[in-house]
Nanobody, 123 residues
Framework: QVQLVESGGGLVQAGASLRLSCAAS????????MGWFRQAPGNEREFVGC???????DYADSVKGRFTISRDNAKNTVYLSINSLIPEDTAVYYC?????????????????WGQGTQVTVSS
């Protein structure tokens, strides 16, 4: 079992930056590809980005250039850095762990999920 806890969300103004953290416990995340998803009000949860075991990251087209995923296996933590926030980034952000080594884009590949952290961007 892997327990995931997201943090770092909050209310920010458009143009600001945030770094979300996803702290894992139970097992080392070095054995997992890690993903970030988000769910805006009234919308389905959507893929944001993912990072493989080896540290290769990929992103949804809508966030490329503004979002960066990194991992610190020693701290058992994954990060999502967001620059130039826009109101459309308002959502609950979730991290998830996949037992596969490579990047995964669909929810069905992820076995463990955090409870999410709210990001609200005001205009």
């Amino acid at each position: 079992q892997v327990q995931l806890v997201e943090s770092g969300g909050g209310l920010v103004q458009a143009g600001a930056s945030l770094r979300l953290s996803c702290a894992a416990s139970g097992r080392t995340i070095s054995n997992y590809a890690m993903g970030w998803f988000r769910q805006a009000p009234g919308n389905e949860r959507e893929f944001v980005g993912c990072i493989s075991r080896s540290g290769s990251a990929d992103y949804a087209d809508s966030v490329k250039g503004r979002f960066t995923i990194s991992r610190d296996n020693a701290k058992n933590t994954v990060y999502l850095s967001i620059n130039s926030l826009i109101p459309e980034d308002t959502a609950v952000y979730y991290c998830a762990a996949s037992p596969y080594s490579s990047t995964r884009y669909e929810e069905r590949w992820y076995l463990y999920w955090g409870q999410g952290t709210q990001v609200t961007v005001s205009s």
